[in-house]
């Protein structure tokens, strides 16, 4: 076996992609955001730079690394500096065990399922620690905000999951998409033999996504209304931009992990096997993506006493009466 | 000796800087003097021992050190900071036990816990259980590991009156409530 069919060189060139993939969407998801803003509120949005603006992420890229890292009084420059990099490092370790296709994944592992999840939760820490950092009280309440967010969407979305893992008896996500073959009646949104609320289930775990990520109409940490830019106000240049990217990255999990789980990942929504997995698989993933913009210009900012509300009396009390459900239907039939 | 450029080279380069991560993140947690830089010292220790579980062959173990120290218990801590007052530049007068004491005990219990490590013979375990299939890990904890599985449980019943405990006290009823 020569050098460049070993595991290392293997390892390294997915690396290399995953990172490429992630920057990549970073930059173009933000166009995309721009771009159907302003088509959802009569304007066109960026159309300087290239056609249709498609050149404007790189510009938008060059500004942001020419501007000087300005560290701000009465911060804490360790944290601060340290913080984006813990938002975006486990964003993208968290695409290691995405199966883009049957054999398009870097690492296929058993428990990937909860690797996702334990990379998940250090996304908190790096905001809050970016928050405290920061020196500054708006970037502070932020911070306390995400984290009570964060511990309340947690909830209803693993309860959920647990559901999803109970159907299919395993934590491997390539697996999980394979059970699901043979057409999109097949898929475990429509898996209603499992159980009965399983669409429900399906939107119950987008809605914690959206609010896990940060997106709106949860985006209180954010809140450039009444917390100027939340966690982000004190970050300059670059930092702000490796934020951005470890948040884009993150609504990229969220939402594969949603095409994986409920919508058949790579799998064909009619069953024939002539168009690539992988095709298949963005084109679900970008849908999801579109959703996700879409809610964002449509929907208004909650409250953050409806957000804790949504979730604490509505999400997990669904979700515990959908697992005791699937468990029981598991049992019967 | 391993040659550098095959992947058991590479594997033992990562694993040695996964024990620096360690060791840096566990000095960084005790010699630091702000509590937010000890709790992020912490959180990086956690990420190496999370790393050495992986190269030990428990994957499961590993994403739960991740999931539970890192995501749940350094959050919780980090809360309970920026909740308390801050204590910046307040010194306390040190303990009996801090300084080279402390130093010279490490080092005791370090060299004692080598060496047993090191003469006793170890006999391998017959299976490896965590391999993270759900079925083999539901298993073992309804079966062999039951006792603890329950003990948990009460752990979490104590953790939830204290909190309840503390939260009520300092608020009782007053007349013009009830």
């Not at chain 1, 721009?34 to 960026?46: D, F, L, S, T, V």
């Not at chain 1, 999840?117 to 996304?123: D, K, L």
């Not at chain 1, 967010?149 to 893992?165: D, F, H, K, R, S």
């Amino acid at each position: 076996m020569s050098l460049l069919q070993s595991e290392p060189i293997r390892v390294l060139a997915f690396l290399v992609g995953i990172i490429a993939f992630a920057a990549l969407n970073a930059a173009y998801l933000v166009w995309l955001e721009r771009k159907e803003a302003g088509h959802m509120q009569r304007r066109i949005g960026p159309k300087e730079v290239g056609p249709f603006g498609l050149l404007q992420p790189i510009v938008d890229g060059i500004k942001l690394m020419s501007k000087q890292l300005f560290l701000p009084k009465g911060c804490d420059p360790i944290l601060f500096m340290i913080a984006p990099l813990m938002v975006m490092v486990p964003a993208i370790m968290s695409f290691v065990t995405i199966p883009f296709s049957e054999t398009l994944v870097a690492r296929d592992i058993n428990i990937g399922l909860l690797m996702i999840f334990a990379f998940a939760s250090i996304n908190v820490l790096g905001l809050l620690l970016g928050g405290w950092g920061s020196g500054n009280k708006y970037a502070i309440i932020a911070a306390a905000r995400t984290v009570s967010q964060n511990v309340a969407y947690e909830i209803p979305m693993l309860i959920t999951v647990i559901g999803v893992v109970m159907v299919y008896g395993t934590l491997n996500l390539n697996e999980i998409v394979i059970q699901q073959a043979g057409g999109f009646w097949h898929w475990n949104v429509l898996n209603l033999k499992a159980s009965l609320l399983m669409p429900v289930m399906f939107i119950i775990f987008f809605i914690c996504t959206l609010a896990e990520t940060n997106r709106a109409p949860f985006d209180m940490a954010e809140a450039e209304s009444e917390l100027i830019a939340g966690i982000y106000t004190e970050y300059p240049g670059m930092g702000f931009g490796v934020f951005f990217m470890g948040e884009y990255a993150n609504i990229l999990i969220g939402c594969a992990l949603t095409v994986i789980l409920f919508l058949g990942g790579w799998q064909s929504p009619f069953g024939e096997t002539f168009v690539p997995g992988v095709i298949w698989f963005l084109l679900k993933l970008y849908a999801i993506v579109f959703t996700v913009i879409w809610i964002r210009w449509t929907y208004p900012r909650t409250t953050f006493y409806g957000l804790l509300n949504l979730s604490w009396k509505i999400l997990i009390p669904i979700s515990l009466v959908n697992l005791i459900l699937t468990a029981a239907m598991l049992k019967v039939f | 000796m391993v040659p550098l450029f095959t992947a058991e080279g590479l594997t033992s380069v990562v694993f040695m800087a996964m024990i620096g991560v360690t060791v840096v993140g566990a000095i960084i947690a005790t010699n630091t003097e702000r509590l937010i830089r000890a709790v992020a010292g912490l959180a990086i220790c956690f990420i190496g021992v999370a790393a050495l579980y992986y190269f030990l062959q428990s994957p499961f173990v590993a994403v739960m050190e991740m999931l539970i120290y890192v995501g749940a218990v350094c959050v919780t801590i980090v809360f309970a900071v920026m909740l308390a007052d801050p204590e910046e530049g307040q010194h306390g007068k040190g303990n009996i036990l801090a300084g080279p004491f402390s130093i010279g005990l490490g080092v005791i219990l370090f060299w004692g816990l080598a060496a047993l490590a090191l003469k006793t013979e170890w006999t391998p375990a017959a299976s490896v259980i965590n391999n993270g299939s759900v079925v083999e890990i539901g298993k073992s904890l309804l079966t062999t590991y039951s006792m603890v599985f329950e003990l948990i449980s009460l752990v979490l019943l104590v953790a939830i009156i204290g909190s309840l405990v503390l939260a009520r006290a300092g608020r009782t009823r007053t007349e013009t409530e009830s």
